[in-house]
C-alpha cells in the first residue's frame, strides 16, 4: 500500500480530505500523514516513508513550492502533487520544472483526485522495479503530449535511450515500460479530453507492436506518442478569447447535437454577429466551417469504428440529406466515405462494413 501525506495549512480541508470516499477501503493508497505547513512536511518526510505528498501552494512559514524543492533535492519523496486554489498553469509549469508529478484545483473532485492518484500508482509500480529510466521525463512526457509541445518528440527519444540502457541485452524488457507510459498518457487524455474517444480509433493510439526488434523500438514508440499527440489535439485552439476557447469545446463535446451559431451565441449570452466577427478574426474560418470541420472528423471515426449505414452516420450528425453529406465529406477528405470505410478495413486487416 502507498502512503499519503496532504500538507495545507487549513486543518478543515485535511479533515475533508482525509473522509473523501475513495479512500474506505483503499488496498492501493492511504492517508496516514498531515501536516500544516511545508517545514512539518519535511520533518514528517524525513522521518517516515511517504510514497505521494500533495502538497497546497500558497502555505505560511514555508509554501508549497520551497517544500517540493527540498524534498526534491533530499530525494524525500518519488511522487509530489500540488494543490492550487487557481486555475492557472504558471503554477503548475513552475511545479513541472521543479519535478512536481502534476497538480490538482481547489476545490477537489474526488473522481479527479482518484484517476490522478491512480496514475501515480503506475508511476510508483515502474519506480518499484527499478525501469532504470529518467523518472522526471516520463512524469513530463504526458503533459507535453496534452500541451501539443513538440519537445514531447525529444523526451520519447530520451525515454527508449534510457529504459533501452537499463536493460541492455534484453530489449523484451523495455516493452512493460513503454507500454506503462502510454497508459498513463491515456489515463490523463480522458481526465482532460474525454471527448476525443469520438474522434479517433481511441484504443489503438496507446498499443504497440511488441513484436519489433531491438533497433525499431525507438522509431517505433516515438511515432506512437507523435500519433498520439496529433489526434487527441486535432481540435485544440489557442483562442485569445477564453469566450472562443469555450465556444470551440463546446463544438467539440456537442456535435451530435443540433448546433447553429445563434443557439452558441444564446448559451453564451453573446450577440449572434459580435460571435461571428470574433470568432472568425481568431480562429481563421468561420462558425459554420469549423462545425463543418468538427463534424467530418466524428464521421470518419463513425465510418472506421461503428457498422451504421453512411445514411445513419448522416443522420447522426445533422444531415437530412445523405447525398448533401456524402458530397460534403468528400470535399473534405478527398475520398468518398464509402471508400474512406474500405480503407480503413484494409488497413486493421478486416473487410469493409
Not at 476545490?107 to 529510466?133: F, H, N, T, W
Not at 529518467?134 to 520519447?156: F, Q, T
Not at 472568425?280 to 464521421?299: C, H, L, N, P, W
Not at 449505414?309 to 478527398?334: C, H, N, P, V
Request: glycine share 4%.
Amino acid at each position: 500500500m502507498y502512503t499519503i501525506c496532504i500538507v495545507d495549512d487549513r486543518e478543515i480541508f485535511r479533515r475533508q480530505f482525509k473522509r473523501f470516499p475513495l479512500f474506505k477501503d483503499n488496498d492501493r493508497y492511504k492517508v496516514k500523514f498531515e501536516a500544516q505547513n511545508g517545514h512539518e512536511a519535511i520533518e514528517l518526510l524525513r522521518a517516515n516513508t511517504i510514497d505521494i505528498l500533495i502538497t497546497d501552494i500558497r502555505m505560511p512559514v514555508m509554501d508549497g513550492l520551497e517544500l517540493l524543492r527540498q524534498a526534491k533535492e533530499e530525494k524525500l519523496c518519488p511522487c509530489i502533487i500540488l494543490l492550487s486554489e487557481y486555475a492557472d498553469f504558471a503554477y503548475a509549469k513552475q511545479g513541472i520544472v521543479l519535478g512536481a508529478f502534476d497538480y490538482v484545483v481547489k476545490p477537489v473532485e474526488p473522481k479527479s483526485l482518484k484517476e490522478l492518484l491512480d496514475r501515480c500508482c503506475i508511476q510508483l509500480d515502474l519506480l518499484a522495479k527499478g525501469a532504470g529510466y529518467d523518472n522526471n521525463a516520463c512524469k513530463i512526457l504526458p503533459i507535453l503530449v496534452l500541451k501539443n509541445d513538440e519537445y514531447s518528440k525529444i523526451i520519447s527519444k530520451q525515454i527508449v535511450d534510457n529504459a533501452l540502457a537499463a536493460n541492455a541485452g534484453k530489449p523484451q524488457a523495455v516493452w512493460p515500460v513503454l507500454l506503462q507510459i502510454l497508459e498513463e498518457i491515456r489515463l490523463l487524455v480522458q481526465w482532460k479530453r474525454p471527448h476525443m474517444e469520438k474522434y479517433c480509433r481511441f484504443d489503438h493510439l496507446f498499443s504497440l507492436n511488441t513484436s519489433l526488434p531491438e533497433e525499431q523500438i525507438q522509431e517505433h514508440f516515438c511515432n506512437q506518442v507523435e500519433l498520439i499527440r496529433q489526434q487527441i489535439n486535432k481540435f485544440a485552439v489557442s483562442a485569445k478569447s477564453e469566450l472562443i476557447q469555450s465556444v470551440c469545446n463546446t463544438v467539440v463535446e456537442n456535435i451530435e447535437n443540433n448546433l447553429s451559431l445563434q443557439s452558441i451565441a444564446d448559451l453564451y449570452f453573446v450577440n449572434k454577429a459580435y460571435l461571428s466577427h470574433l470568432f472568425k478574426s481568431q480562429i481563421g474560418m468561420g462558425f459554420t466551417d469549423y462545425v463543418t470541420q468538427v463534424k467530418m472528423e466524428r464521421a470518419k471515426t463513425l465510418l472506421d469504428c461503428s457498422s451504421e449505414k453512411i445514411y445513419e452516420i448522416s443522420g447522426r450528425l445533422g444531415y437530412a440529406d445523405t447525398e448533401y453529406f456524402s458530397r460534403i465529406f468528400k470535399q473534405y477528405a478527398g475520398v468518398t466515405a464509402t471508400d474512406y470505410r474500405q480503407a480503413a478495413a484494409e488497413e486493421k486487416g478486416g473487410s469493409s462494413v
